[in-house]
């Protein structure tokens, strides 16, 4: 029989083997339920023995607590960037440079796909991940080694025995454009601004601060160079393949050629194909394989000598600007969109792009009738890049932005330092409404699923609704349709009423505010507990919250400032929904704690942090940031830091679960 310490590290072993299966390979050898009671199975002994902690265990790929920030880190290998070449007879020129730098010797070239993402540098000691950097300014980038281990493709612990004891491995993120396409359609529900391309997708989230936020994000990463001493292969293809057996993604078609016409043929394959790719790509780079070479040709100040990139063109085409019309979003902000004439482009024909705001059309000085570049670079969107002048024709008058609301009528505003305008008719401008009411009834809101945009178009055609509190005031009767709906017509009221269990956060969210997504709201609401407190609260009180930054603290003071909002959060709360958080039942009561100093670490189940530091003070105790001997015990979640575990240890402080904890204090 296996101690439960042994199981521990049989589970990693085999959790290892199961995630290179599925994320690298793409071909799993157990179903996702039996690879999730793995990982629980995992995560229950390791919470049993904190003892056993390990930096790598794959548990560690959920991603733990906020961080404060990012240690900059030199890295020991600058972080160099490639000189760009544009055509073809530029990939010559540097061929020919190549061969006259080794003085007529033969050499191979390794060509590779060029990666659209951001550059990370990963360091191994003895087979484990032990830091990721960012390439920053090429000599220090940002410690992001807790983001990076929630990518699944970037090996913790390698496979074999052949890797050199100390090396780094560079590569690049990406957000896959499946992801990224979910993302933005998710931030376009929410009206969050959008990223623009996967690129900036995967940068702001690798900066993010909330390493379960990136887990969540699926990331993916390519793996392009290996460096370090002592390693015994001459050819960057052949150390690429020997980094594959270790357990590294590396890139897709990656070939030697020995020849010009090679390259230009990798170069024309990849133009064509690299649109079947999963992520982004931007062009190919080509590298002389001997390393032996490279190194006798060296580099310039900012570029290897030996390698360049080759970018594609994006593909661009021109198209009449036809008219122009302008979307009103739920929270009012007008948006002009482009209408052309339809142009194919990229496989799809194009008619409208979006002109973005009023300085984007004085940018390119956009008259109506006007020929424009449309071009699908790394955006999904096509994107105006450029305007024909020598098409522009006497009499052509140039775009002037809508003053008035193309739906309501009302007079538009545009905020001091915003982009963006706005129809301030928030209570009566048609899709403003109806946005709202969406918005609200949306799963990630009050999940009031049997309604859906159709039926709250009906219902407010009808003028049944006016408002979300309206809905709390509909009858089966006013839906049914004559008697001819009464089933359907019972689901929907019956779906209402629920929605009032849904928990404070939710509602806040529901809510609408301007710049307040699920995550911020879940925030707020956890920190002021209650409608009112958070009404109450000042700019600077909410900008204590982790997450709120000035543009979502100004939003809250202006929502509750307005006495329209007001009114409708009083209606929303007399009929019955939830706008606090639930008191913890009945406050677990007395003096258990009596005298105890409580450090709390990690993430936690059943209760947030927030939760487990009123309870400690609710029953006389004292939580406390850092450990010291003075520490009675740690209440530790998932993910407990490891100088935390560390410190705990050497001075013997006690380590409890959550379960233990909450079982201490029943
Ligand atoms: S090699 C010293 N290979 O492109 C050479 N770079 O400006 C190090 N990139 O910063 C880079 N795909 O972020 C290399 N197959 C590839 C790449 C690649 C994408 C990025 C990388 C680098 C930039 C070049």
């Known amino acids: 029989m296996a101690t439960e310490q042994e199981r521990i590290i049989e589970l990693r072993k085999e959790l290892h083997q199961h995630n290179y299966n599925y994320y690298v390979l793409n071909a799993p ?68 440079t190549v061969s006259k730098l080794l003085n007529g010797e033969e050499f191979e070239i390794c060509c590779e796909l060029k990666y659209d993402g ?7 000691e003895d087979g484990k991940l032990v830091r990721a950097v960012t390439r920053g300014d090429g000599t220090r980038g940002d410690d992001v080694t807790a983001n990076v281990k929630t990518i699944k493709t ?89 980094a594959k057996r270790w357990g590294f993604k590396i890139g897709e078609g990656m070939r030697k050629v020995s020849s010009l016409e090679d390259i230009y043929a990798f170069i024309d394959y990849w133009d064509v194909e690299r649109k079947n790719l999963p992520v982004a790509t931007d062009g190919i780079v ?53 209408n052309m004439e339809p142009v194919l482009l990229a496989g799809t024909v194009v008619k409208r792009a979006t002109l973005n705001n009023e300085d984007f059309i004085k940018s390119f000085d956009l008259h109506i009738g006007d020929y424009v570049y449309v071009e699908k670079g790394g955006e999904i969107i096509p994107k105006i890049v450029g305007v024909e002048l020598s098409k522009r024709t006497a009499g052509m008058q140039p775009i002037e932005f809508i003053k008035t609301c193309p739906e309501c009528g009302t007079q538009l505003v545009r905020y001091e330092g915003q982009a963006a305008y706005y129809c301030p008719n928030d209570m009566g401008c048609p899709p403003q409404i109806k946005g709202k009411i969406e918005h609200f009834i949306a799963r990630k809101a009050m999940n009031i699923d049997s309604l859906g945009p159709e039926t709250i178009d009906s219902y407010y055609n009808k003028g049944l609704i006016k408002d979300v509190a309206d809905l709390y005031c509909l009858t089966i009767d006013d839906i049914n349709e004559g ?67 000035d ?14 909002n007001i009114a409708l959060i009083e209606r929303l709360e007399s009929y019955g929904l939830q706008m606090a958080m639930p008191v913890i039942e009945e406050g677990p009561k007395g003096n258990v704690l009596e005298g105890k100093t409580i450090v709390i670490s990690g993430v936690f189940t ?3 942090r927030d939760e487990y530091k009123a309870m400690i003070e609710q029953l006389g105790g004292k939580n406390t940031g850092s450990i010291s001997a003075k520490t009675s015990f740690v209440l530790a979640g998932d993910n407990m830091g490891p100088s935390k575990l560390q410190k705990a240890e050497s001075l013997g402080v006690k380590i409890l679960s959550e379960d233990e904890f909450l079982e201490m204090i029943k």
């Open 551 to 564: 543009i979502i603290a100004a939003s809250v003071v202006s929502f509750f400032a307005d006495e329209k």
């Open 606 to 608: 059943h209760h947030s």
């Open 154 to 242: 970037i090996p913790l612990v390698l496979q074999g025995n052949d890797y050199p004891v100390v090396f780094e491995m560079r590569g690049e993120v990406l957000m896959p454009w499946k992801v990224f396409d979910k993302l933005n359609e998710e931030r376009r529900q929410q009206e969050e601004p959008l990223f623009a391309n996967p690129r900036n997708a995967a940068s702001g989230t690798l900066k993010s601060l909330n390493p379960a936020l990136v887990a969540k994000r699926s990331l993916d990463a390519y793996l392009y160079y290996l460096l370090g001493e002592d390693i015994n292969i001459d050819g960057h293809f052949e150390r690429l393949e020997a």
């Open 286 to 338: 080509l590298k002389v394989n001997s390393l032996k070479q490279q190194q006798s040709m060296g580099f310039t100040a900012k570029n290897p000598r030996w390698a360049i990139a080759y970018k594609f063109k994006a593909e661009r085409e021109l198209t009449k600007l036809e008219s122009v019309s302008y979307q009103v979003g739920r929270t009012g902000t007008v948006t002009p969109v482009a």
């Open 118 to 124: 951001l550059s990370i540098s990963l360091r191994y």
């Open 483 to 549: 008697g001819a709906h009464q089933k359907s017509a019972k689901k929907v009221i019956d779906a209402i009423e629920k929605s009032k269990q849904v928990p404070f956060d939710r509602v806040l969210f529901a809510l609408g505010i301007r710049f307040v997504g699920e995550t911020s709201a879940r925030l707020l609401a956890r920190k002021f507990n209650d409608i009112n407190s958070l009404r109450n609260a000042t700019a600077a009180q909410l900008l204590e919250v982790e997450g709120v930054g």
């Open 29 to 96: 050898q157990i179903d996702d339920f039996t690879f999730d009671a793995l990982l629980h199975e995992l995560q229950s002994l390791e919470n049993a023995h904190p003892e056993m902690y390990d930096a790598n265990s794959p548990t560690q790929r959920v991603g733990s607590d906020l961080q404060e920030s990012f240690e900059q880190v030199a890295h020991v290998y600058p972080m160099l960037s490639l000189s760009n070449t544009y055509n073809k007879q530029e990939v010559a020129d540097f061929y020919n």
